[in-house]
């Protein structure tokens, strides 16, 4: 898979984040990224430390409030296996993060349904495997144009319908 841009795709602001369980990981994969030419820059929110015991949730809605806000395009969230991450990130309004440990459900998670985010657990999925997923994440784009569009609209749709309905947050401030 050619690590150059594609045309007419411009370079991805990234966020990462992980919990102490994924730290070494998220390291792993934001120093990758460092180094690719499709990648306009990385924010690393933490954890820095596996010593730091901070809760999945605080980091992973840290980085996808980054995304909320215009701030960052893409997310790349780490826990021991990837759900806690992505189930913090989705209660943030508006974003869309999936665990994705093989290479369709990347595609997909991009193609189909328009994700910001991509998670992995560190305690699921070797290094190796996890830098070779993301390397192909990072080439894939969503098709404003595609069938797939309206579908996604349509979550955006009942987002927008049930503002603040049961909000019961994520006590992450
Ligand atoms: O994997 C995690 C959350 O999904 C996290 O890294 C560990 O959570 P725990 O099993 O509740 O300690």
Redesign the pocket.
Known sequence: MSAEPARGAEPLRIVVAA????VELKDRLRDLMRDDPRVAGVVDVGVSDAADDT??PVPAAAAAEMIARGEADRGVLV?????????AANKVPGIRATVAHDSYSAERSIKSNDCQIITF???VIGPHAAEKILTEWLGHRFDAASPSAAKVARITEYENEHAGAGAAGTGCG
């Open positions: 919990d102490n369980a994924g809760a999945y826990c021991g296996t990837g759900i806690g991450v992505a189930i657990g560190a305690r």
